[in-house]
């Protein structure tokens, strides 16, 4: 299997086994979700390191293209950043799978917590592993929703569902930024390659837009990494089950800001902006956290807080500028996300035994849980940064580069105090953390009286853990030393600068820098012990500096006070008054850069205009009048008119010689009238009430309308007039009526346009259309009918007593006398309207039609089912499966897609050959074909599910009758 492969695999692996995953929540599969995302993990673990001779040699690249015009393909880069991140996350990723194993209850939904981490972990693989910085903001946002979901998955939790949408927002403000970010960013390289990006740092830093595109870029990192002053989000996710926050404070999310800095440190880093922004957001972040954590109650909580500094101190030495603080900061990377992994695993064995997580009912438990006690000292120690351990070495190393200068200014002079002291703090809540839960008198208050070591295989990921912590910490350069070499030479290139692991570098500043900071630790600890176990209000001088706190009160402010105050202007409950402002709205947008830029054009020049042309449009102009008119009392008159401009515009195509538009627009005019005209019974009936007082305001308001109207009338007529004098080249024409055939295989150019040349566009709107099926078929599900319009309509209402005793088929359905012929007509009709689709469907890519069409025309085979037998005769007798439709669709479509990239392609392009056919001969036949019939799944389940929301209107309401008015089935 060559690397490129391996590529693909190592992204798309975890979303399948997300997928499968999910598909076993309805069995009892515990135990084989669990595997699955076990061997997930670890078959990515395997190909990760199966791939470390080639990164050696350099970056092992996949690139297809997919809009290659435009600067975007779908890249996939692994150098030794990635690979080394790529491990910590299959790896760490396959112990939090084991240790989630025996951690999770049997009540909760284990399959549905394994297909959120995987899709997890699939995400966090493609930001490592993006060779496109677009796609790299894809992948992005990706983590920030499954990180929801996982954040929110004990969802009956309100701190759970509070923590998500917290995650959620602020990480996705910080996304939005980023990808702005970015597209500045590719604007100024010319090309969103993430090669071409790191080879032009010296012309970035050079741009006038630098600036601004390292803010954006910076707001999307540190939001993403918790740090001040977004760090109150990290705090508040621990309401996540505890693998989750191992897993989330380890290898992946909080990772990934860091990550993005040290991924662009070699385009954007190396000016006093980028020292001065990251540096004071690093050092605040790490003094702030460190400060916070002693104080926490909780004990996720602390190693929160203590995630937060810890990541602070990897930003500041990445503010700094020097490669040897690069250097440092991808090995505390490392450090970090082992020995946090442990401590949270140690924290939810804890909680998984003795039922708290409160540091003030927890002590005295090395009696209880021994080996689990000496791993979690182990694991503090190197959070601590005691020497044998790998987070002293990283530590040494920040503290080295602290002293040296790279920046003359008052950050850069107190940043080795400051840095001592952060130390000192971190040294004083990891003593708390010990010396709180495993010493002391034996514990009183536990919810359970009895804990016990937890089974090996739980207990077996923080061993491994914590042997990882003694082996870097003992030997750094035979371990840790040639992996942090190949990650080092990937980020600096020729600026790889010297730098040893050696665990004794003599005495020196950094190391009498260390001792003060153990000593000064241990004595803090000492002296704030008493205090800091009955410190419940927070930390002292911040205590009002809460920033969930300042967080909600932006939310209350935004939501209550600006959106009730709008709403209190421009809301109201009535759509005419909404229609009317995004009508005004309208007209402004396109009003407002004509008188900008100034209006110019021809003088129009009228040509001779056919009469029996000219009468079919003036047909269709008294509909649309009437249809305006009347659509305020008599709805249905409205529609009747309405559908005549419908056919005034498909005469129209088929007068400018448009056979296709003219298809298309007769079958969506056939459905949305339908659909219309269902919706219409249920809405409450309208009677015109108006008072002599309010008469003039009533004319004035309609008065009004008019007007707007007109100019919206005129305003469109303007623009097309101006678009429509524009010259256009022959050439655009010209080049789909050559190649139509020779490269999208079809003779009918409209459709080849959709399928092949403008594919992609055509893949968004089939998407747009599954996303307004889906919108509709949830409002309609809360939609309750207006209590006057439950009744049935007169012409359906029983008449008389006879009528009662209507006799029954041999099925037990009642049979029909209202419509009863044409019922029947268009229960025959099912079977030939079918037919049809398959016709307009076969014939679309030489002759008028397509997958659109037939789509249309498959869903009006299902509608007049529905209207001939009423939803339950229909739903009987025709399994009707729109999600189905639509998924097979999508994913036909996209299969299609991807096919080209097999054979070497940009995405979606078609090809075409004849094949040999028994009886027939040679037939054409266009991969285009496929993607058509992706289009035309789609299109059926889309019309069927909106027709399904609101045929099942009928079915609500006789359960309202039933239950409000039962007698009323009785009479």
């Known amino acids: 299997m060559t690397g490129e492969m391996i590529l693909v695999l190592l992204v798309c692996l975890p979303f399948l086994g997300s997928l499968v995953a999910i598909a076993l929540l309805k069995t009892d599969s515990r135990v084989l979700a669990a595997r699955l995302a076990g061997a997930v993990a670890l078959a990515g673990l395997l190909m990760t390191a199966w791939l470390y001779p080639a990164v050696t040699r350099g970056p092992v690249r996949l690139e297809l293209e997919w809009l290659p ?51 997890f972990m699939g995400s966090m693989l493609g930001i490592v592993l993006s060779g496109n910085i677009i796609l790299l903001s894809i992948f992005w946002e990706l983590t920030s929703i499954s990180s929801f979901l996982l954040i929110s998955y004990w969802h009956h939790n309100a701190a759970a569902r509070d923590g998500a949408r917290m995650a959620l927002t602020v990480t996705c403000i910080g996304g939005f930024c980023l990808l702005v970010g970015l597209l500045i960013l590719g604007h100024i390289v010319g090309s969103y390659d993430l090669d071409a990006v790191l080879a032009a740092g010296d012309k970035i830093r050079a741009h006038p837009l630098y600036l601004t595109t390292l803010c954006l870029i910076l707001m999307g990192a540190l939001t993403k990494s918790a740090q001040v002053p977004f760090h109150f989000w990290l705090p508040n996710a621990m309401a996540a089950p505890t693998p989750v926050s191992a897993y989330l404070h380890s290898a992946t999310m909080v990772k990934a800001g860091v990550f993005l800095l040290v991924r662009l440190w070699p385009a954007l880093s190396g000016t006093y902006e980028w020292f001065m922004l990251l540096g004071l957001a690093g050092i605040s972040t790490l003094l702030l956290g460190a400060y916070f954590a002693m104080f926490q109650q909780d004990l996720k909580g602390l190693l929160a807080y203590s995630t937060i500094s810890h990541l602070g101190l990897i930003m500041t030495l990445l503010s700094l500028g020097s490669p040897v603080a690069a250097v440092a900061a991808i090995f505390h990377m490392m450090n970090h996300a082992t020995f946090k992994a442990s401590l949270f695993m140690a924290a939810g064995i804890i909680d998984h035994e003795t039922g708290t997580r409160d540091m003030r009912k927890l002590s005295g438990l090395f009696r209880y849980l021994p080996v689990t006690g000496i791993l979690a000292m182990v694991a503090s120690a190197a959070m601590a940064g005691v020497p044998l351990l790998n987070g002293f070495i990283s530590k040494e190393m920040f503290f080295a580069e602290t002293v040296e200068t790279h920046a003359d200014s008052l950050l850069d002079r107190l940043m080795p105090y400051l840095a001592t002291l952060a130390g000192a703090f971190s040294v004083a809540y990891s003593l708390r953390f010990i010396h709180v839960v495993f010493f002391g008198p034996p514990p009183t208050e536990l919810p359970n009286p009895k804990p016990h070591e937890p089974p090996h295989w739980m207990r077996f990921p923080m061993e491994f853990l914590v042997v990882a912590c003694l082996v870097v910490g003992i030997i750094p350069g035979l371990s840790i030393g040639p992996f942090l070499h190949t990650a080092v030479v990937s980020v600096l290139g020729s600026q790889t600068p010297e730098y040893s692991l050696a665990v004794w570098h003599g005495i020196n500043t950094p190391l009498i820098m260390s001792a003060i900071a153990l000593g000064g630790g241990v004595a803090l600890y000492i002296l704030l012990k008493d205090y800091l176990a009955k410190c419940d209000d927070g930390p002292p001088l911040f205590r009002h500096l809460a920033g969930q706190r300042i967080f909600e009160r932006v939310l209350v402010t935004v939501s209550w006070k600006w959106a009730r105050f709008l709403e209190s202007r421009l809301g109201t409950r009535s759509l005419q008054p909404q229609l009317r402002l995004v009508v005004a709205a309208g007209l402004l947008a396109g009003v407002v850069p004509l008188a900008i830029a100034g209006f110019s054009s021809q003088p129009m020049i009228l040509s001779t205009v056919d009469p029996a042309f000219a009468a079919v449009w003036l047909v269709g102009a008294i509909c649309a009048i009437g249809a305006a008119y009347q659509a305020k009392y008599h709805r249905l008159a409205a529609l009747v008119l309405l559908s005549g401009t419908g056919i005034t515009t498909c005469i129209t195509f088929v007068w400018l010689s448009a056979p296709d538009l003219a298809i298309t627009q007769l079958l969506v005019e056939i459905v949305t009238t339908v659909l219309i005209l269902l919706g219409l019974r249920w809405l409450p009936k309208r009677f015109e009430k108006i008072d002599n007082s309010v008469a003039f305001i009533s004319r004035a308001r309609r008065l009004r309308d008019f007007l707007l109207a007109i100019a ?93 005793e209507r006799p029954e088929r041999s099925d037990g359905e009642t049979v029909r006398d209202y ?68 998924g097979v669709g999508l994913l036909t479509a996209v299969a299609t897609g991807v096919g080209a990239w097999v054979l070497d392609y940009p995405f979606l392009t078609s090809h075409s050959r004849y094949i040999d056919i028994p009886l027939v001969g040679k037939a054409p036949l266009a991969s285009a074909l496929l993607f058509d019939l992706g289009v035309f799944s789609l299109v059926v389940g889309s019309t069927v599910l909106i027709l399904i929301a609101l045929a099942h209107q009928s079915v609500r309401t006789h359960r309202v009758r039933a239950i409000e008015t039962p007698k009323a089935e009785e009479l």
């Open 819 to 886: 419509l009863l012929v044409p019922s029947v007509i268009m229960q025959w009709m099912f079977p030939v309207v079918i037919t049809l689709a398959v016709y307009i469907f076969l014939r679309g890519h030489d002759l008028p039609g397509g997958g659109f069409a037939a789509g249309i025309t498959m869903a009006i085979a299902f509608l007049l089912q529905y209207l001939a037998g009423g939803v339950r005769w229909a739903e009987d007798r025709l399994r009707v499966l729109p999600l189905r439709w639509m």
């Open 712 to 804: 919206c009338g005129a305003g469109m007529f303007v623009f097309s007039y101006a678009i429509m004098k524009q010259p256009v080249p022959d050439a655009i024409a010209s080049y789909f009526l050559e190649n139509a055939y020779s490269q999208g295989g079809g003779r009918n150019v409209v459709n080849v346009i959709l399928v092949d040349f403008r594919g992609f566009d055509t893949m968004g709107e089939i998407v747009v259309l599954g996303i307004v099926a889906l919108t509709v078929f949830a409002l309609l599900r809360r939609f309750r009918p207006a209590p006057d319009s439950i009744e049935k309509p007169e012409q359906q209402r029983i008449q008389n007593a006879f009528d009662l």
């Open 69 to 119: 015009q435009l600067g975007l393909n779908f890249t996939l880069r692994m150098d030794g950043l990635a690979w080394l991140f790529s491990m910590l996350i299959t790896g760490i990723g396959f112990l939090v799978v084991l240790y989630a194993r025996y951690y999770m209850s049997e009540e909760d939904p284990v399959p549905r917590f394994f297909s959120f981490l995987l899709a």
